[in-house]
């Protein structure tokens, strides 16, 4: 277990309102990432980050910004949210050396209305 | 780019049945390979994993062999158990990368008494 944390765990939000998710870890591990999970879809990686204040985009990335200003903590915004945002997202973190296995939070299942 | 491509679902089985869950592969250079297994209102946490040709990652009575020669990896217990009824994700992560990981779209297996 690598003590990773999300918040809030629920969260239902109107169309047009900024949201920000919070992934907290207490590994030190190097990598983190934001999926989005939707029936027939999958895994989906929409951003993730390789060191503080270094972060690059994943597949669907577009309506979502991250930021990462210390180890433990990668936030994930969305900046107007839409219907199509609903979801729930997990965040990760990887990188222990010498191995290539992540380590998932337990998700924030979101609601646009 | 990389893919996995595993088997649809559901499988529904009987418990004590033997479970095969195949997943393939394509991927430019030479990756690790993961299976990981998620429980309803769960993150992913990972099952098992092999990191180079020939090797059989196991846990938990799950098992799996790396097939370079056919890009393979498939998942397979001999006598699957009720509480074994989850969502199984085939992964890859190509070394470097950010540690990226490319996922399957995940097999739902419904194990009946």
């Known amino acids: 277990d690598a003590g990773i944390t999300q918040s809030p765990r629920h969260k239902v939000t109107e169309t047009g309102t900024p949201v920000t998710l919070r992934c907290h870890q207490t590994?030190?591990?190097?990598?983190m990432y934001w999926y989005r999970q939707d029936p027939g879809h999958g895994l989906r990686l929409i951003h993730y980050?390789?060191?503080?204040?270094?972060?690059d985009k994943g597949e669907v990335s577009d309506g979502y910004s991250v930021s990462r200003s210390k180890t433990e903590d990668f936030l994930l915004t969305l900046e107007s949210a839409t219907s199509s945002q609903t979801s729930v997202y997990f965040c990760?973190?990887?990188?222990?050396?010498?191995?290539?296995?992540?380590?998932f939070g337990p998700g924030t299942r979101l609601t646009v209305t | 780019g990389d893919s996995v491509t595993q088997m649809e679902g559901p499988v529904t089985l009987s418990e004590e049945a033997f479970l095969t869950i195949n997943c393939t592969y394509t991927?430019?250079?030479?990756?690790?390979l993961f299976w990981y297994v998620q429980y309803p209102g769960e993150g992913l946490q990972l099952l098992l994993k092999?990191?180079?040709?020939?090797d059989k990652g196991s846990n938990k009575g799950f098992e799996a062999t790396y097939r370079k020669e056919t890009t393979s990896f498939h998942l397979e217990k001999g006598s699957v158990q009720v509480s074994d009824s989850a969502v199984y994700f085939c992964?890859?992560?190509?070394?470097?990368?950010?540690?990226?990981?490319?996922f399957g779209d995940g097999t739902t297996l419904t194990v009946k008494p």
């Open positions: 990760a973190t990887g990188g222990v050396q010498g191995s290539y296995e992540q380590y």
């Open positions: 590994e030190n591990h190097r990598y």
């Open positions: 980050s390789y060191g503080v204040k270094d972060t």
């Open positions: 991927a430019t250079g030479y990756p690790s």
């Open positions: 092999a990191t180079k040709a020939d």
């Open positions: 992964a890859l992560s190509d070394q470097g990368n950010a540690g990226k990981s490319t």
